[in-house]
């Protein structure tokens, strides 16, 4: 026998060649391939026990949804292309007496695929499962159902079972059931001609045949699921980091002046309100931050450095301390300084992207800027007009200059609340002529009717009171004019006015950040307007016992405070 055998080599050398390659690439890869298979089997065995071990995962948990959603939306898919792909293949199927295994999953696999398109019952990853492994059972009694065929029906239908087998590691993905599965089908073929026609030279290429196919499939596998698995992992990492950051954001709007994220070219993105607030100018898309300081090349400089210095902080060991801080100057509106504390913290690889994101969180100082004086630009078109010179040949006292310097500076503090254009109709004031001033003692406003509700250029009482006040002086008011407008006639006594119980607070008109507690606060009717028809009448809010509220101002001193150490 090996007489023969010897013979039969040296007649075709080309088969010893390939024996030689074969066992020299077995020497190479033997170890390799061995411990490969070793840890799938262990991990295909291990299955339930590794994973109570390992605990709850919650980010796998999320990967592993994603790949059961992916493999549901694969059979759908499938549901719809591959059951015309059976008629196909069913005359066939029916002409040959060892192909009744295969008959019998090509129906089965038709009658679910169409029942799913037909959304008659729906096929979750579990089934989807479960109906995987019942092909692998039938393609392996298949097997041993066509040991005896031969001939080019066989090929054909041997090839046709190829491609099923691709397809069913395309919608189901997972490697662990493919890699017993396929291998289970491979060794179900070869055996199963073996015992049929013995050691004959058909019967080895059909194993080294369907050993390569094996080998592809299995290859198939792996790399699609951990491609999938992979690209699923990165989707929802940068979700979780786009709602943290969006999240983050929106919480430093609500404990600092305002935020901004800049990208690795130090560039706006996005529209930014407060930013825009800070600097009470409007500031384009995209602009840079730098462009947005003040025409300083020391202050341009300082903040590059700034930038430069606090990523690589992030990147050292102190990247869970507090973020640095630099003081810096921004061009506000009329080339006025605003100064604003910026705190940085990079944000490597944000939005898959390679380079480095910044977040600046800005605390606007606490100090109040110089108001600039208005541009004739600023100044409305029907209040543009000339004032006739004043002619006189007498001097103006310094004292008359200090108290008109001081009323001006007054009037321009007081433009919060009480708005003077356009609506404003008429004003009646009530004037002390014994004073040399002439004090004015009352001022009466009347304003135009508003056209619209939401005219902003009328005053509002939701302006005035403060935010936590407003809900419940704005029912009372409303309860009482509702009460007033339904009693009126049968009760008189629904006209009396109401006092309130609790003292209301209310924005001071000179500064809005103030508040002035009126511990006397009367709601009454206003009787002429009320004569009028209206459907609500109209009310009067006095405030009286008034008492302003004294807090100490924040110390704004920097001096001894490093801006690039930790606070």
């Avoid at 059961?68 to 591959?82: D, G, L, V």
């Avoid at 480095?356 to 100090?367: F, G, N, P, V």
Wanted: net charge positive.
């Amino acid at each position: 026998m090996w007489e023969a055998s010897l013979e039969a080599l040296s007649a075709r050398p080309e088969m010893a060649f390939a024996i030689v390659f074969a066992f020299l690439h077995c020497f190479a890869n033997g170890r390799d391939v061995f411990r490969g298979v070793r840890q799938q089997i262990s991990e295909c065995c291990a299955g339930s026990r590794s994973k109570e071990e390992a605990g709850f995962d919650p980010h796998k948990a999320r990967v592993d949804k994603a790949v059961e959603h992916q493999i549901e939306k694969n059979w759908s898919i499938a549901s719809r292309m591959t059951p015309h792909c059976v008629p196909m293949i069913v005359p066939l199927l029916l002409t040959r007496q060892d192909t009744k295994a295969f008959l019998l999953q090509a129906f089965l696999a038709y009658v679910v695929q169409t029942c799913t398109a037909l959304k008659i019952f729906t096929m979750s990853a579990r089934r989807i499962r479960l109906f995987a492994q019942l092909f692998y059972l039938n393609w392996m009694l298949y097997g041993w159902e066509a040991r005896f065929s031969d001939g080019p029906e066989a090929s054909m239908m041997l090839s046709a079972m190829t491609f099923c087998r691709i397809m069913l590691v395309v919608i189901q993905i997972e490697s662990r059931l493919h890699i017993p599965g396929q291998t289970a089908i491979t060794a179900s073929l070869v055996l199963s001609k073996m015992h049929a026609s013995g050691c004959s030279t058909s019967v080895a290429f059909l194993a080294l045949s369907e050993g390569f196919t094996l080998v592809m499939i299995i290859a198939l596998s792996i790399i699609l699921e951990s491609s999938l698995r992979g690209h699923f992992a990165a989707q929802l990492r940068s979700t979780d980091a786009e709602a943290m950051v969006s999240g983050f954001r929106r919480m430093l709007r609500g404990i600092c002046d305002g935020e901004v994220l800049l990208d690795g070219s130090l560039c706006i993105k996005g529209r930014n309100t407060c930013l825009q607030r800070i600097m009470s100018r409007p500031v384009d898309v995209n602009a840079r931050f730098p462009d947005l300081l003040v025409d300083s090349e020391q202050e341009h400089q300082r903040f590059q450095e700034f930038i430069k210095t606090s990523s690589k902080m992030e990147l050292g060991e102190d990247a869970a301390g507090t973020p640095p801080c630099l003081r810096v100057s921004l061009q506000g509106h009329a080339e006025i300084s605003v100064g604003v504390d910026l705190f940085h913290v990079p944000l490597a690889n944000l939005y898959g992207s390679g380079d480095t994101y910044h977040l600046l969180a800005l605390r606007q100082d606490s100090e109040p800027g110089p108001i600039p004086d208005a541009r004739p630009s600023d100044i409305p078109r029907p209040l543009r007009h000339t004032p006739p010179p004043v002619r006189t040949s007498q001097r103006t006292p310094v004292a008359s200059v200090s108290s008109s310097s001081a009323a001006s500076a007054a009037s321009s503090e007081g433009h919060a609340l009480v708005q003077a254009l356009p609506q404003l109709s008429e004003m009646c004031l009530l004037i002390d002529t014994s004073c040399r001033r002439q004090v004015v003692q009352q001022v009466h406003i009347n304003y135009k009717p508003a056209t619209c509700p939401e005219d902003p250029g009328m005053p509002s009482l939701r302006n005035w009171i403060r935010p936590t006040d407003w809900d419940s002086v704005r029912s009372k008011v409303r309860r009482y004019a509702a009460n007033v407008a339904e009693f009126a006639e049968e009760n008189p006594s629904a006209l009396e006015p109401l006092r309130l119980r609790k003292a209301v607070w209310f924005r001071s008109p000179e500064d809005q950040q103030r508040y002035i507690l009126a511990k006397k606060a009367t709601i009454s009717v206003n009787r002429s307007a009320r004569l009028r028809g209206s459907s609500l009448p109209k009310v009067w809010l006095h405030l009286g016992d008034l008492m302003q509220a004294t807090r100490t101002e924040p110390s704004v001193a920097m001096s001894g405070i490093s801006e690039l150490e930790a606070c």
